[in-house]
């Protein structure tokens, strides 16, 4: 049961343009969202984090909408540079109950394209 | 300040025998966690601990031990390896529930 997923495996766009990764989970108890960023052969590092009371949250080029009623959160890059490219995992939590645990989506491979 | 840090790197081992992958963060971190990646999958938590002497299993516990006797340190044992291990191994730290998990670089097992 993949309670969290990424159903785009990979997405290629042209530099300066703006990328989207999609995410869908499916329970409800879920009130923490992260996106991770990885490289080869490293670790995932932290990228952007948004609370279920939260519809939207802005980082600099990186921008993460919720929409609970949907069950879907997205991540925006604005604009994408040839340095992000990497795999992006999209990942939930259901917070103090769980111990902070993560459930993470299979991830999605950008490429950026200069 | 070297974040968390795994060792080895790599490993291969032969079916049946055991061993211990390290973890050590040093941010003072209460909350620490295995996951393993295997190709093409997110990660999957196989037990996380929040605090020295507390630990509880993950999604995939079948096949590991862990134990916390220090704030620092978390290693994972594998006890019997089995082919179904060979994974990417990843260590991480929190400060709390609704904060960050720092990752390590990561141990590639593979169990021949």
């Known amino acids: 049961d993949q309670q969290v997923k990424q159903n785009s495996p990979s997405l290629s766009v042209q530099e300066g343009r703006i990328s989207i990764l999609n995410c869908d989970y499916t329970?409800?108890?879920?009130?923490?969202f992260l996106w991770y960023k990885k490289y080869p052969a490293e670790g995932p590092t932290f990228l952007i984090s948004i609370s279920s009371i939260k519809d939207k949250n802005e980082d600099g080029r990186f921008t993460v909408f919720l929409n609970k009623s949907a069950k879907h959160l997205s991540l925006h890059i604005v604009p994408s540079q040839p340095g992000d490219s990497a795999v992006y995992f999209c990942?939930?939590?259901?917070?103090?109950?769980?111990?902070?645990?993560?459930?993470f989506g299979q991830g999605t491979e950008l490429s950026v394209k200069p | 300040n070297a974040g968390v840090t795994q060792t080895p790197k790599f490993r291969i081992l032969k079916i049946g025998q055991s061993m211990t992958l390290q973890c050590t963060q040093d941010m003072n971190h209460n909350y620490m966690y295995w996951y393993r990646q295997d190709p093409g999958m997110g990660l999957k938590l196989i037990y996380y601990s929040v605090g020295a002497g507390i630990t509880d299993k993950g999604e995939v516990p079948n096949g590991y031990n862990v134990s916390r006797s220090t704030t620092e340190d978390f290693p994972l044992r594998l006890e019997l390896a089995a082919p179904s291990q060979t994974s990417v191994y990843f260590c991480?730290?929190?400060?709390?529930?609704?904060?960050?998990?720092?990752f390590g670089p990561g141990t590639r097992l593979t169990v021949l």
């Open positions: 991480a730290s929190s400060s709390g529930v609704y904060n960050e998990q720092f």
């Open positions: 329970n409800s108890m879920f009130d923490y």
């Open positions: 990942a939930a939590s259901a917070g103090g109950g769980q111990g902070g645990k993560l459930i």
